[in-house]
């Protein structure tokens, strides 16, 4: 943790009020938050049921301006498996994550895309 900026000194966003019980979000056996510091963004979801968990994470409006997140496209990085993905990020959108059981994901927000 102390390697990336954002998790070691970063602003703290809980997103856990914008992810009421659902389908898609069980907020008794999951938690999500942000991290930033500077250009470097990272989502954080764990998932404490003993079964794989495929969640879609909402980011409010309220994230992207307390936060100056940037919209649109972006290349990631899952932290713990260095798996690389893409992420699209909108405000009051929801992102999905597929997390195993007993564990969770750390995902660098690392560069805008252009589309």
């Given at each position: 943790a102390n390697k990336e900026k954002a998790l070691r000194e970063g602003d703290f966003?809980?997103?856990m009020y914008?992810?009421?019980?659902s389908d898609h979000f069980d907020n008794g056996r999951q938690y999500a938050f942000l991290r930033k510091s500077g250009d470097?963004?990272?989502?954080?979801c764990t998932n404490f049921s003993d079964r794989d968990a495929n969640v879609k994470v909402c980011i409010p409006a309220h994230a992207f301006?307390?936060?100056s997140l940037p919209?649109?496209?972006h290349a990631s990085m899952e932290l713990l498996s260095g798996k690389k993905g893409t992420f699209v990020l909108n405000p009051d959108d929801s992102v999905p994550l597929t997390i195993p059981a007993h564990f969770a994901v750390v995902w660098k927000?690392?560069?805008?895309l252009k589309v």
């Open positions: 966003f809980d997103l914008v992810n009421p019980a470097e963004t990272v989502l954080v301006d307390f936060m919209t649109g496209k927000i690392k560069k805008l």
